[in-house]
């Protein structure tokens, strides 16, 4: 069983990492929608290298190719249904013995390629600078509710206990004689017994652990006082509203022409 | 007894504290089918089973904080489909409120229920994000094969959630219907709402 953490971030030391995590967010938003609301290769392809120089002036960049290659039936499936059986098709790209690309299908798969690569890369200029604690805490600190500020970043921390949980349950029950290869039907029948005893030990565990959340004040009322005082980030303001600014105006022109 | 807790916004630390543990649940379900070979999905048990622990808005939660969550550490992608997985927390609930969860026969019905519905919410997301497929093998050849054939796109597109999106929610609320019986009681009070404690 991997050992995994569900940590991506890279601690690099970059402007990108000091920048405040909200203004990051709102740099996700702006790119995924003005790469929407643009219709031309060209332009997607610029909001896409914008995205891009951000993750390399993070020093992130080499980081990136993991998370695109979790999308690739994504990316792959989208070429290959769009390029050969576009409705639109008309004009013959290639043609290879009986397989043909058709040019209108190509090019719409080509742009919504590119879209998904900046969904992807934009994402990853907030995931891989971001440590996930600053985020919650900066959203607390907007207003989130604390108490679900830790259930968000309780998962972080469950999830990888679980797994280890996990290979624990599935090396004691093969030791029973559980069999978990083979058959389609053998796996399937070993479903169950696999994911019975882990569920059963999580959901017990929550017990145990709303009480000791409960004990410590977690329903409290009041002020919270914080551990860890955030600097307020010197250039939030103006990057925001040059986001804000960028991202009115490409729609406004959108709709204008 | 108090009717309509159902709906109930302030949620108990229990509730909160499921959230975390399901979203787990859902992660370990996607280990063991990637370990097992299996050819389906069966990512949202844990969805499923909070929304029959806890009512439908906690179901729901679950939902958004998995793709979240998910997205900030594997795959942005997945920050799209957050809406099917919370409409597929809030059908489960509603439906096992009602009693949907009473026995195998209508649990197999729900499933199949919260299958269509996941596909038509899913639909018009795949038709926004890239027009129309889904990046599971079997329903995008069905989606080409349509189009092909001169069908529109969101009856193909459709057709292409459903043909994996059925049989796979049908699964997932077998699975977690399987687990939700044989869990034991002193589990299943801690999320019960409706349940008068009664003073000296």
């Known amino acids: ?257 | 007894m108090v009717r309509n807790r159902v709906w109930s916004f302030r949620f108990s630390t229990a509730a909160l504290v499921l959230i975390p543990a399901a979203v787990g649940i859902n992660y370990i379900g996607k280990l063991f089918v990637e370990l097992l070979k299996l050819p389906l999905w069966i990512d949202s048990i844990g969805t499923v089973l909070s929304s029959m622990l806890a009512g439908p808005l906690v179901g729901a939660l679950v939902g958004i904080v998995n793709n979240v969550i998910y997205g900030f550490t594997t795959s942005p992608v997945s920050f799209v489909y957050a809406i099917t997985s919370a409409v597929i927390g809030l059908v489960t609930g509603i439906m096992a409120y009602k009693g949907w969860i009473s026995n195998i026969g209508k649990a197999l019905v729900l499933g199949f229920v919260v299958g269509l519905i996941a596909a038509t919410v899913s639909t018009p997301l795949n038709i926004a994000f890239w027009e129309g497929t889904t990046a599971n093998v079997w329903g995008d050849a069905l989606f080409a094969w349509m189009v092909a054939k001169g069908n529109p796109l969101w009856l193909a597109s459709f057709a292409d959630s459903v043909v994996v999106d059925v049989p796979d929610k049908m699964v997932t609320v077998l699975i977690s219907f399987l687990i939700f019986r044989s869990l034991p009681k002193k589990v299943l009070t801690m999320y019960d709402t409706e349940q008068e404690i009664e003073r000296l």
């Open chain 1, 1 to 257: 069983m991997r050992s995994m953490t569900l940590y991506v971030h890279r601690e690099k030391g970059s402007p990108l990492h000091r920048m405040d995590p909200l203004t990051k967010l709102l740099y996700v938003f702006t790119s995924v929608i003005i790469s929407y609301v643009l219709a031309d290769h060209l332009s997607v392809l610029l909001v896409l290298a914008v995205s891009i120089s951000l993750l390399i002036a993070g020093k992130v960049a080499r980081f990136i190719l993991p998370i695109i290659s979790v999308s690739f039936v994504l990316l792959a499936s989208i070429l290959i249904v769009q390029g050969f059986f576009h409705p639109d098709r008309a004009t013959v790209l290639w043609e290879i013995g009986p397989i043909t690309l058709y040019k209108e299908g190509f090019s719409i798969a080509f742009l919504i390629l590119l879209r998904v690569l900046n969904m992807v890369c934009a994402f990853g200029v907030l995931i891989l600078t971001t440590k996930p604690d600053e985020l919650v805490e900066t959203l607390i600190q907007k207003g989130l509710s604390p108490r679900f500020g830790y259930v968000l970043l309780s998962v972080l921390q469950i999830v990888p206990q679980m797994m280890t949980l996990t290979g624990k349950i599935m090396d004691s029950q093969r030791a029973r004689g559980l069999e978990t290869e083979g058959s389609l039907w053998v796996r399937i029948k070993s479903f169950i017994p696999l994911l019975g005893p882990v569920i059963l030990r999580s959901l017990a565990e929550t017990r145990e652990r709303s009480i000791a959340l409960e004990v410590r004040g977690f329903n409290a009322t009041g002020k919270r006082t914080r551990l860890h005082r955030i600097q307020p980030y010197k250039y939030g303001f103006a990057l925001k509203a040059l986001l804000a600014v960028v991202l009115l105006s490409v729609i406004v022109w959108r709709i204008w022409s």
